[in-house]
């Protein structure tokens, strides 16, 4: 409207200026209209500015008529922008309620104006929200019979919804099939793999877990210290399904990385099973390497069960440990059941009693009373077993 009012004004600028000119240059002219019987004769200065006031008047009247014609169209328009604005409202005033825990306000809006709402769908899933954290069984089914109902652009949202709700309600079973459903879409999102993981871990997938731990560690979506203890866990219990089964084991084994190998808690499991199928030499190895990346005095603890081998090398790798670690107590007490092993009475009586120095425990003083029972020293023996029946 601007625009054609600017240009209206310098059109009637140029008119002026030409019947201005005009009349300085035809001061004597006149216009003469004939229509017989009838004549008329004006001024060429009167028909010019007559001339330049009837465009102005045709051109307003012009634009009255094509303004009065989409008067029906500005008014739908604008009562569209009204409601778009008042949903707009309704919808933010209803996620306010929810972020702010007043759920029952929240449903009476949503159920208030929910029907003809330009965004029922989002209604829907808030509704949906809000209901199962009042724990409101009838109308979580309501609004999420409501959800199920909106446009499939709303697809993705919906299933995610579910997801997480069952979730929260433990229903894994529930929530992997929706994720299932949502991964079919192609659509992949760092959220949506922390749910999968969730899910995976309530339902025991744990090379699931494993993989999608790595998945997110790979793309940022937790870091490294904090996707470690999950991997570990997932590959530990993994690792318990294949007890007694020696080529899966091995197998199980070969798959991990160096980081995995060296994890003090696989290898310690991975040791334990080894020992139990009768591999000691092979338990022995993967200590030995991981004790070398990781020092864990639980792992050390088994060295002293893998039994067999070269004796010699084994007590000289574990005297070597303990110039690295002089103050672990459970390396001082595998110490001690090595030089029992070999007869080696006098060092292992040191390395046990070095060993209840530093910490008082049932297994140093078992030890040392069976040492003290092979040297005949039952009365120190039957002291040690005292002591040890009084400790946790």
Not at 94 to 120: D, F, S
Not at 230 to 235: F, K, S, V
Not at 293 to 312: F, I, K, P, R
Not at 355 to 363: H, I, Q, Y
Request: proline share 2%; net charge positive; glycine share 6%.
């Amino acid at each position: 409207m601007t625009r054609a009012l600017v240009w209206l004004l310098i059109l009637a600028v140029m008119a002026v200026a030409l019947a201005l000119g005009a009349s300085q240059l035809l001061i004597d002219g006149y216009a003469m209209f004939v229509l017989p019987p009838w004549r008329a004769e004006l001024s060429l200065n009167f028909f010019l500015v007559a001339l330049v006031v009837l465009f102005i008047v045709l051109h307003i009247a012009v634009r009255l008529i094509q303004h009065i014609k989409n008067l029906p169209r500005s008014v739908a328009d604008f009562q569209q922008r009204r409601a778009v604005m008042r949903s707009a409202d309704i919808l933010q005033e209803a996620y306010r309620l929810v972020a702010e825990g007043r759920y029952g306000h929240a449903l009476r809006v949503l159920e208030t104006n929910y029907v003809g709402h330009a965004q029922a769908p989002m209604m829907a899933l808030l509704g949906w929200r809000a209901a199962h954290a009042l724990r409101d069984a009838e109308r979580v089914a309501v609004w999420r019979q409501r959800a199920s109902e909106s446009a499939s652009a709303f697809e993705s949202a919906r299933l995610i919804t579910e997801a997480e709700l069952a979730l929260a309600d433990r229903e894994y079973a529930e929530a992997d099939a929706a994720l299932r459903q949502h991964a079919a879409t192609g659509r992949l999102q760092i959220a949506t793999i922390r749910l999968q993981l969730r899910a995976a871990q309530g339902l025991g997938h744990w090379r699931e877990v494993a993989r999608l731990a790595r998945q997110l560690e790979k793309y940022r979506g937790m870091t490294a210290d904090q996707a470690r203890p999950i991997r570990t866990r997932a590959q530990l219990e993994n690792l318990a399904e294949l007890d007694g089964n020696l080529s899966g084991l091995r197998r199980f084994w070969s798959e991990l990385d160096s980081d995995g190998r060296t994890d003090s808690k696989l290898a310690q499991g991975m040791a334990k099973r080894l020992i139990a199928v009768g591999e000691q030499r092979e338990a022995q190895g993967l200590i030995e390497v991981a004790l070398n990346a990781n020092w864990d005095s639980q792992l050390v603890a088994l060295y002293a069960d893998c039994h067999g081998g070269e004796m010699t090398a084994r007590l000289a790798r574990a005297e070597k440990w303990l110039q690295q670690h002089p103050q672990d107590d459970v390396l001082l007490l595998v110490l001690g059941r090595l030089c029992v092993e070999q007869h080696l009475w006098g060092k292992a009586k040191s390395f046990l009693e070095a060993s209840l120095a530093l910490r008082e425990t049932r297994a140093a003083n078992i030890e040392l009373a069976r040492l003290h029972e092979q040297l005949d020293e039952l009365v120190l023996a039957t002291r040690r077993y005292n002591a040890a029946a009084l400790l946790p």
